[in-house]
């Protein structure tokens, strides 16, 4: 028998489908049975886990090119500290200063935050802060250091932010696949890099982009081939995306009559088959 948690993570896909709308079945939903909910309810559990493993990986060399960005144009690690701190409002402020003050206690930040208590050098002050405090100071950076690049990847890590905080959380991702929910235009950078997966038209490419999570989910594995440099790392994402699609397409015949669905599932399929890291 289902726990009722289960059950809840089951009737979330069901939104995946449609529902007769007349007849002796009226009110149900068409073409849906049980194994189906399960298999979709593994494969969103399999991609939270990939997803939030390849956001590990970007938020740590994120840190690794800002350290090596301060040094390179000879930052003060104190000063750049404190100067963002000071930009933010109050109520930013008040926020940061609670988000670094919860490592007080912690059995691993600790002993960073007690031999540092008011002033943080730039190292310290990356371990003790939230991957979204960290997409904020990206920004920051990107416009202190007026690094155009910078500023294209600080809006496209703020998507990152968005679906990894979703798989932190254990949020169902592909419960809902429908066109048009993302709020913010695709970066014109992934767009280019979609564009050059000849089988998928524009038309194609721009339909399934419109849809927030996979949205999301495209320019996650965009910024990560942009940000994550070592070879060893990048063969262990593609080990877990190549894995990850096996258990997607594993039985793609139960969608045959759902399109919203299967076509996501293939399009997924290209944009992984095409991702191309330096292995």
């Given at each position: 028998m289902l726990k009722p948690a289960e059950l809840l993570d089951f009737l979330y896909f069901a939104h995946g489908y449609e529902k007769y709308e007349d007849g002796d079945n009226e009110g149900k939903y068409i073409s849906l049975g049980f194994g189906y909910l399960k298999d979709l309810a593994i494969i969103d559990m399999d991609l939270r886990y990939m997803l939030a493993q390849l956001s590990f990986d970007i938020e740590h060399y994120t840190k690794i090119e800002l350290?090596?960005?301060?040094?390179?144009?000879g930052e003060d690690g104190y000063a750049i500290c404190e100067d963002f701190i000071n930009s933010q409002t109050e109520d930013q402020r008040n926020r940061l200063m609670n988000e670094i003050n919860r490592n007080e206690n912690s059995v691993y930040c600790g002993d960073l935050f007690?031999?540092?208590p008011e002033n943080f050098p730039l190292w310290?002050?990356?371990?003790?802060?939230?991957?979204?405090?960290?997409?904020?100071?990206?920004?920051?950076?990107?416009?202190?250091?007026?690094?155009?690049?910078?500023?294209?990847?600080?809006?496209?890590?703020?998507?990152?932010?968005?679906?990894?905080?979703?798989?932190?959380?254990?949020?169902?991702?592909?419960?809902?696949?429908?066109?048009?929910?993302?709020q913010y235009d695709t970066s014109y950078e992934v767009l280019h890099?979609?564009?050059?997966?000849?089988?998928?038209?524009?038309?194609?490419?721009?339909?399934?982009?419109?849809n927030a999570r996979v949205q999301q989910i495209v320019t996650l594995l965009y910024v990560y081939e942009k940000i994550v440099?070592?070879?060893?790392?990048?063969?262990?994402?593609?080990?877990r995306l190549r894995k990850f699609e096996e258990r997607m397409m594993r039985n793609i015949e139960y969608y045959q009559d759902n399109d919203m669905i299967r076509t996501n599932f293939e399009f997924l399929k290209l944009v992984i088959d095409n991702w191309h890291l330096n292995v």
């Open positions: 350290l090596r960005l301060a040094e390179d144009l007690s031999r540092y310290v002050f990356l371990e003790l802060i939230p991957f979204g405090r960290l997409v904020s100071f990206y920004g920051f950076c990107a416009i202190r250091f007026k690094d155009k690049k910078m500023k294209n990847k600080y809006f496209m890590l703020k998507t990152c932010k968005d679906i990894r905080n979703a798989a932190a959380h254990s949020s169902c991702i592909i419960n809902d696949l429908k066109v048009d929910t993302a890099k979609l564009a050059r997966i000849k089988s998928v038209s524009k038309n194609v490419r721009e339909k399934k982009m419109s440099t070592s070879k060893g790392v990048q063969e262990k994402a593609v080990e």
